[in-house]
């Protein structure tokens, strides 16, 4: 089987890592795998021991001519399939591109913003399978109009092996500029307003003054970064909430947080939620999207209202005094991460949709 993936993201988080996870994963199962990406992104480099990489330039959304260069690529490959990864002008051009070539095409949702229904009609016209990463996505394309013959649901998965490792106190100190004692509190994701980062500011004067060793880190980069700076430094938060960026070693990290907070208003699934449960990390998130699939609450973390801070304040203040709960959530979430989101679980719950497409195709 050849397999030809789009992805337009520019950075190796998110949908990007899962699709390297995936072509590994397929590699590994005698499948051929080419890889449509930005040219000279992280994603290519990482890629190439398990896919042949055609880097081309993509520039999102209006990239009006990016659906030629992919029909040249489609018809000089002969792919049995296309998978579309990403919604940066993968989703419509990639799948105006396959259509004309007239190769199934699927491809993988893995945000639940809602789009107007007049361009779900539109888009998904051209995909054979949309997969979503969570329930709570497919309940949003539902709602849309895509209809339900086309809808598959295969959930996005973490290396846990990669996670499930000891804290190092002195990495704390050393990295991260800490004290080795500080009760760490982590928010990792992109920094921007859907994931709730000033939502988890107004909640945090009071704790910081009742825990007086409890420091916050920002783990991600976006466009929010200043003025989240500028809301710290008004809230006179200086010193105690942290923007680190984007991290290489947060595999390393996670394991020494004490909790995971993260308070979204919108969320496909939350990869960064499996990963601290894979660290045996307690979770505080929001119940929207898929995150109730990613955290059980009152099992390996509490969920809270979106958008309500005094609930938030008091979910991080039940966790934050009680290192006994703490420690019984984390242990639950670690198990279950192993359990419910393994690599060799999301590979094959692709497969299986690669294969029902191409049984089809053959009728």
Known sequence: ??????????????????????????????IENHLACRRGCMLGRRAE????????????????LMSGRLYRLIRRLQPDLVHLHSRIGADLMGGLAARLAGVPVLHTRRVDN???????????????????????????????????????????????????????????RERLGLPEDALLLGVVAQLIAR?????LLQA??????????????????GPLAGRLLQQIDAAGLS??????????DLAELLPCLSLLVHPALMEGLGVSLLQASA????????????????????????????????????????????????????RAGAERTRREFSIDGMVEGNLEVYRELLAGNQR
């Open 1 to 30: 089987m050849k397999v030809l993936h789009i992805e337009g993201g520019a950075h190796l988080y998110g949908g990007a890592l899962q699709l390297l996870y995936l072509l590994e994963g397929l590699a590994a199962r005698g």
């Open 49 to 64: 021991p398990f896919a042949e990489v055609h880097g081309m330039p993509m520039h999102g959304d209006l990239d009006l």
């Open 114 to 172: 809602p789009e107007p229904r007049w361009l779900v009609a539109l888009k998904y016209r051209l995909h054979d399978r949309v997969i979503a990463i969570s329930a709570g996505i497919a309940r949003v394309l539902q709602a849309e109009g895509l209809p339900s013959a086309k809808l598959r649901l295969v959930r996005s998965a973490v290396v846990a092996e990669r996670f499930a490792q000891p804290c190092r106190r002195a990495l704390v």
């Open 195 to 199: 994931k709730g980062h000033g939502l």
């Open 204 to 221: 945090l004067p009071v704790l910081l003054v009742e825990q007086p060793r409890l420091q916050v880190v920002f783990f991600g980069q």
């Open 239 to 248: 010193g105690r909430v942290h923007l680190v960026g984007f991290r290489d």
């Open 279 to 330: 660290a045996g990390v307690p979770i505080i998130a929001s119940r929207v999207g898929g995150i109730p699939e990613a955290v059980a609450d009152a099992v390996t973390g509490l969920l809270t209202p979106p958008g309500d801070i005094a609930a938030l304040e008091q979910a991080m203040r039940t966790l934050l005094t009680d290192p006994l709960l703490r420690e019984r959530l984390g």
